[in-house]
């Protein structure tokens, strides 16, 4: 039986997260003159897109005086292989700059050109130098910027360290969400007139992992089970550089700002490798390719002593380095004992950002359910099949503040607060105690870490169909056992680690199923998706998308979906820039 005990919080807007999108569409919705309510897993200004340290993609033209949005927008499709949402890309690029341009007019403190304009390094992929950047701080100081706007905005309330456990629905609209309090385990249930998810990616499904602890996909999650849809869900990142040694701190991030500033790769022998995969771009190579080039050195026997590969930066002046890298110099000398501007780093790829997520319209953030807003990482469509280093920044604030105003716009239009289905919540709330009943139930914890094993094993940075459908079976087997997970104690829910496990365990399953049923449908190595028994594109692929759904009868669903065709005066633009790839590359 459910406790009839929870507290109720009505409001206009429902943000659920608070990093860069989040924020973002916070900020737009209060300044539209809505009752914004902010939820967050963790403390304000905590948030995962912190991580982000190279930069942030918009074409100022500052430093290569002929990069323009169609090149941006080119790149990215191209960075895509063209089953990007193309609309999304398009208003992206468009918009960036100025997005940017704001940031700094609230705040923002980014490196100088010498004539004092915002500066901007190249980065993989990208055909001009277009990340405007703090160092390799950009995402810390993104959230702070953006933080101190979001306290100082009329009509902005923040519930920090509140976990959401389900969206409410009634008649096929989203009405609010049930949560609970992370310190103390009481139970709140928000009513909204609208909803804006910015919970971010899923990386946690993996063991090996650059992502934060609050990384465990609840937003896609939260979409699926309430019925909204999601898609490109077997595009994966794996960021070609993490950290390797020692092994307490393998899988964190060494920003793409390393290349950048030009760091080189080589293999044990000394041997500059990326001449082999892509000789023109070389280390600028897109992360899909520069992944699979390390896997490669490795797998052939010219892999670094701990797996992985060396990258070079110690040719730069000391000063150099520890001015434009200063985290990663302090990152390797306190954490690996390494100073950067003498040695070589060790590196070896690790999962970092999820290109698929729920299926949104590009003008408005709107998902396939009505009051459903989304934006950020726990969106599909704009990256396609590989996101280019430096679009998830300019990401969250374009698609952020786009999300915010449609979240606003529709919370105006709606004359009454919407109802609250009691029955849904009383369900919702044994689902989310139940496993406080279980002390005999199997540890959350052990099964998470299965989980991620599975994920790790059989769909990797190569992945086959027998492999596929191997870790389908043990994820569905593990789905099976989840249900019967156990956290109950003394403690009860305050302080309960095992608790919030078990509840993120929920979320992590359903973002790995999504994985694996969408990985066996792409019969094709496209972008972050590489197949060993389909090595090649297919070109008719690149139309398509894979959808998941929840049937009726409560299952998950894959379909193909065509793409939408991609607007005439485009075309030209993105046929120019895949004038240089290679024959081999397409069937």
């Known amino acids: 039986m459910a406790d009839p005990t929870y507290e109720t919080h009505d409001t206009d807007v429902l943000v659920i997260g608070a990093g860069g999108a989040g924020q973002r569409g916070a900020i737009a919705a209060a300044e539209a003159g809505c009752q914004v309510t902010v939820i967050c897993k963790s403390l304000l200004g905590k948030a995962h897109t912190v991580m982000a340290e190279g930069g942030m993609a918009a074409a100022l033209a500052n430093v290569a005086h002929l990069d323009s949005w169609e090149a941006h927008f080119a790149d990215t499709m191209k960075g895509g292989k063209l089953i990007n949402n193309w609309r999304m890309?398009?208003?992206?690029?468009?918009?960036?700059?100025?997005?940017?341009?704001?940031?700094?007019?609230?705040?923002?403190?980014?490196?100088?050109?010498?004539?004092g304009l915002i500066h901007q390094r190249p980065f993989g992929a990208h055909t001009y130098p277009r990340l405007a950047h703090i160092g390799d701080r950009t995402g810390l100081e993104l959230i702070r910027s953006l933080q101190d706007k979001l306290v100082h905005t009329p009509g902005v309330e923040v519930f920090m360290e509140v976990t959401v456990s389900r969206l409410l629905t009634s008649a096929g609209r989203v009405t609010g969400a049930l949560a609970y309090r992370r310190a103390d385990g009481g139970l709140v249930v928000f009513r909204a007139k609208a909803v804006l998810l910015a919970t971010g990616g899923a990386g946690r499904i993996y063991r090996i992992t650059s992502n934060s602890w609050e990384s465990t996909g609840d937003g896609t999650a939260l979409a699926y089970e309430?019925?909204?849809?999601?898609?490109?869900?077997?595009?994966?990142?794996?960021h070609p550089t993490g950290m390797v040694w020692p092994s307490g701190v393998r899988g964190i991030l060494v920003t793409e700002g390393v290349r950048g500033e030009g760091g080189l790769l080589r293999n044990k022998e000394g041997e500059r490798f990326m001449e082999k995969y892509d000789p023109e771009r070389m280390e600028l190579s897109s992360r899909d390719?520069?992944?699979r080039a390390i896997n490669s050195e490795v797998n052939a026997g010219r892999g670094s002593p701990h797996g992985g590969a060396f990258l070079d930066i110690s040719h730069k002046p000391p000063e150099y380095i520890k001015k434009k890298l200063p985290s990663m110099y302090e990152q390797f000398l306190k954490l690996a004992k390494v100073d950067i501007t003498k040695e070589p780093m060790e590196?070896?790829?690790?999962?970092?950002?999820?290109?698929?997520?729920?299926?949104?319209?590009?003008?408005?953030?709107?998902?396939?359910l009505e009051a459903l807003f989304a934006a950020g990482e726990v969106t599909g469509g704009l990256h396609g099949a590989n996101r280019l280093g430096g679009n998830s920044l300019s990401d969250l604030l374009v698609f952020g503040k786009r999300a915010g105003d449609a979240a606003a716009l529709l919370a105006q239009s709606s004359k009454r607060a919407p109802k609250i289905d009691q029955a849904q919540v009383a369900e919702a709330i044994d689902v989310l105690l139940a496993p406080l009943g279980r002390r005999d139930g199997e540890s959350p914890y052990k099964l998470q870490g299965e989980l991620q094993d599975v994920c790790a094993k059989y769909a990797p940075i190569i992945r086959e169909e027998e492999g596929l459908k191997a870790g389908l079976a043990k994820i569905l087997e593990l789905k099976e056992r989840a249900l019967e997970c156990g956290c109950g104690g003394p403690t009860g829910r305050a302080f309960n680690p095992g608790w919030h496990t078990a509840q993120d365990l929920r979320n992590m399953l359903a973002n790995a199923e999504a994985l694996f049923r969408s990985a066996i449908e792409r019969k094709e190595s496209r972008g972050a998706h590489a197949r060993s028994d389909y090595e090649k594109l297919d070109p008719k692929l690149a139309s398509v998308n894979y959808m998941v759904r929840k049937d009726k009868d409560g299952q998950m669903s894959v379909r193909a979906v065509?793409?939408?065709?991609?607007?005439?005066?485009l075309t030209e633009v993105i046929t120019q820039s895949f004038e240089k790839y290679t024959p081999e590359e397409t069937e």
């Open 226 to 238: 309430a019925g909204a849809e999601l898609r490109d869900c077997e595009m994966v990142q794996f």
């Open 89 to 115: 890309a398009e208003i992206h690029a468009r918009e960036a700059p100025e997005r940017v341009l704001e940031l700094e007019r609230w705040g923002a403190v980014f490196d100088r050109t010498d004539d």
């Open 289 to 291: 390719v520069v992944a």
């Open 347 to 368: 590196v070896a790829p690790t999962i970092h950002y999820y290109m698929g997520g729920v299926n949104v319209a590009a003008e408005t953030g709107a998902t396939t």
């Open 562 to 569: 065509e793409n939408e065709p991609i607007s005439y005066g």
